[in-house]
């Protein structure tokens, strides 16, 4: 050991380490050995690990599997990472081995070394293997803490932004519930409906995405714990899968339990899939929203214009006074890479091999990318683009009056075809509905006046 390096030892033998650095010998081959990209785990995800460590450790001391002194300068140690004060310690990249086994062993060594410190010479001696790992694999340890990450950030970010968006778009339906206006099908003119009944209709396209993602929630609340390396059980207690899930709750307040069948829950990952396909369900929702509200708001003079959105930047580096709308647009870029990262983790999910599914990294980091970018957008889009919408009562009206398929409303009166003929008629010698149905004498003023009421076709 010098004043930069100290020398750690694994299995394979001895490795310099930063003499500062909590970590040892694995995490130091797995920061070496896999110098790839920049992602790294989020510091939530850290913390989850260090829960679930903290759970296991305490769980032990309860089973007598562990003696009470080292579970407890364990969970001390994990309390500091789960308070963020070690966060500089996790370095390694997402793209390592597929089943996180280098980053269970950077908790379990990270853990060690600070208990360490804490114990003190006078304090009982922790291993990274025997102790903080005990009754552990990182095959059923790394998809536990898959599911508990999946579900705080479901619990902490992504359901409250939903709510959020969700209020403000029933916000603008109550706004805008009496405003008349043309339907459009087919992007053709169509039938009249209210704005209100537009907006309302994407407040509840949200209610079915949030009913649908704590559905696929709930199937993350089962956890692998237990399963060790293949599904056995091997080296853990009995009753251990109960007593750290219910640990685990107690710490969390989560009801987590043991999953019905260890063998799936370490070599499967269904209930991943199942919400990470609920993400892809929302991303579908929010693209066919955003896009509906730029389309109607687009212009401002020579587009639809139905609606005035706010103006947050200029939108031009070089026409003067443009403004473009910018909330839109960054919402369909976060649904499009949602789509992205399920068909990975779809893909992902497929490659099971017998006892392990060794693409767990890739598919939490999607899946954790895909509940943040949808909670950050969703939350932006609210704020700074919905809250803020109007509509030009004038415009709308304007296409009300201007609509042939307010003949819609004399089908039941003359029938489809003769309907078809008027508005057929006035759309060839461009003349209001009104004018062509007198021209052709096949409705009375009086008739057409008392049929044809926007108002009361919606």
């Known amino acids: ?35 790839i990209g920049t992602q790294r785990f989020a510091p939530h995800f850290i913390a989850a690990f260090a829960l679930v460590k903290k759970a296991c450790a305490l769980a032990n001391a309860e089973l007598g599997n562990l003696d009470a002194a080292r579970a407890a300068l364990i969970a001390a140690a994990c309390d500091e990472i789960i308070a963020g004060r070690l966060d500089a310690e996790f370095p390694l990249s997402v793209w390592q081995t597929g089943s996180g ?39 059923d340890v790394f998809p536990a803490v898959m599911h508990v990450a999946a579900v705080q950030r479901c619990d902490e970010r992504l359901l409250p932004a939903l709510h959020t968006l969700r209020r403000a ?19 053709m003119d169509a039938a009249p409906v209210t704005l209100g009944q537009e907006f309302g209709a994407y407040a509840a396209q949200l209610d079915f995405c949030i ?3 704590a559905e696929a929630r709930e199937s993350l609340l089962a ?5 060790t390396a293949v599904g056995t059980g091997l080296n853990a207690p009995p009753g251990w899968p109960a007593r750290v899930c219910a640990r685990l709750a107690q710490l969390g307040g989560v009801p987590f339990r043991p999953a019905d069948n260890l063998f799936m829950a370490i070599a499967a990952h269904e209930p991943m899939l199942k919400f990470s396909a609920a993400l892809r369900l929302l991303a579908t929702a929010l693209l066919k ?14 587009g639809l ?25 960054a919402l369909t870029m976060v649904a499009v890479q949602v789509l992205g990262n399920d068909a990975a983790v779809a893909i992902a999910g497929s ?68 309907a078809a003929r008027i508005a057929r008629h006035a759309h060839e010698h461009g003349l209001s509905l009104r004018a062509a149905a007198l021209a052709l004498g096949l409705v009375s003023a009086e008739d057409f006046d008392r049929w044809v009421r926007p108002a009361d076709m919606v």
């Not at 390096?5 to 500062?20: F, K, T």
């Not at 929203?289 to 020579?302: E, F, H, K, V």
């Open 351 to 418: 490659q099971g091999v017998l006892e392990l599914n060794v693409y767990k990294p890739l598919i939490i980091h999607n899946v954790l990318e895909s509940v943040e970018l949808l909670a950050d957008a969703c939350e932006s889009f609210a704020l700074r683009c919905v809250d803020g919408i109007e509509a030009d009562p004038a415009r709308l009206a304007t296409y009300v009056d201007a609509s042939l398929m307010l003949a819609t409303a004399l089908n039941p009166h003359i029938g489809y075809e003769a």
């Open 1 to 35: 050991m010098n004043d930069r390096y100290r020398v750690e030892h694994d299995s394979l033998g001895g490795i310099e380490v930063p003499a500062d650095a909590l970590w040892g010998a694995q995490t130091e081959r797995s920061r070496r050995n896999f110098p």
């Open 101 to 139: 086994t280098q980053t269970n062993m950077n908790l379990n060594e990270v853990i060690a070394n600070r208990a360490n410190q804490f114990g003190g010479s006078a304090g009982p001696a922790l291993h990274p293997n025997d102790h903080v790992n005990r009754a552990q694999s990182s095959n």
């Open 211 to 213: 009913a649908t993602i």
């Open 289 to 302: 929203i955003a896009n509906d509200i730029r389309l109607l708001a687009s212009g401002p003079r020579c």
């Open 305 to 329: 214009a139905e609606l005035r959105l706010p103006a947050n930047e200029p939108g031009s580096s070089i026409m003067p006074g443009k403004v473009n709308p910018t909330q839109a647009e």
């Open 169 to 187: 778009l029933a916000g603008r339906a109550g706004a805008f519930a009496d405003l008349l206006k043309t339907g459009r099908t087919h992007l």
């Open 223 to 227: 956890l692998a714990l237990g399963a």
